[in-house]
């Protein structure tokens, strides 16, 4: 499984966290954030529940995540070892580069708004598929060779009007776009009931 991320800005949105001193979070930084999967399942999880969480409930969610279980069902030495390296490594890393705001005393951790002007899309391949760019270039050929025989009045192909091929390749295009933006919305992070990386648990997956 190949995993990519793609970010589009979305214009600011007030609320929470730290105060914005007229500074945004740059692509760079937005990219290192996403380069850990536990950071990205942070931000999944920030985004869902829309405000401050503590890192306890965090610790269990990521748990849960990372070994494909009900959170119900995760142990204390499970999440033990995510709050550990929240604690140690994730959260102060995040919190440095603005991406939340992390109150060690508290126990809490909260997204920023600059964080927020992010639409942030996990492009999650696998090995025996091909990005949509490619499958987009692919069928761009084909209905263009489709078009191009029957221009040359190949039969079967010369049989159906211009108008048909036109309408053809427009529904097809159609089609697929709708697909691709359905998918889409279930990669955009903190959208769906677990991260485009997990598989969920098959009592999740039977109460959708």
């Not at 279980?69 to 119900?72: A, E, K, L, S, W």
């Given at each position: 499984m190949r995993t990519g991320a793609q970010t589009t800005e979305s214009g600011t949105t007030a609320?929470?966290?730290r105060p914005s001193d007229g500074t945004h979070l740059t692509t760079e930084v937005v990219f290192e954030t996403l380069s850990s999967r536990r950071r990205r399942y942070i931000l999944h999880y920030l985004r869902q529940v829309d405000d401050s969480v503590a890192i306890r409930d965090l610790s269990e969610q990521l748990a849960a995540w990372e070994s494909h279980?009900?959170?119900?069902d995760v142990t204390p030495k499970q999440r033990k070892r995510v709050y550990t390296a929240l604690h140690q490594t994730h959260l102060p890393m995040m919190d440095r580069v603005g991406a939340v705001v992390y109150d060690k005393d508290r126990g809490t951790v909260t997204m920023t708004e600059d964080l927020q002007t992010f639409d942030i899309y996990l492009d999650v391949v696998s090995q025996d598929d091909i990005p949509w760019s490619q499958f987009y270039l692919a069928l761009g050929a084909v209905l263009s060779a489709l078009v191009a025989v029957?221009?040359?009045?190949?039969?079967?192909?010369?049989?159906?009007?211009?108008?048909?091929?036109?309408l053809f390749v427009a529904a097809?295009?159609?089609l697929v776009g709708c697909v691709h933006t359905l998918r889409d919305r279930r990669t955009l992070v903190g959208t769906a009931a677990t991260p485009a990386e997990v598989e969920p648990p098959r009592e999740i997956v039977e109460d959708m």
């Open positions: 609320g929470r966290g279980i009900d959170r119900r029957a221009a040359l009045g190949f039969p079967p192909f010369s049989y159906v009007g211009g108008f048909g091929y036109a097809g295009f159609t």
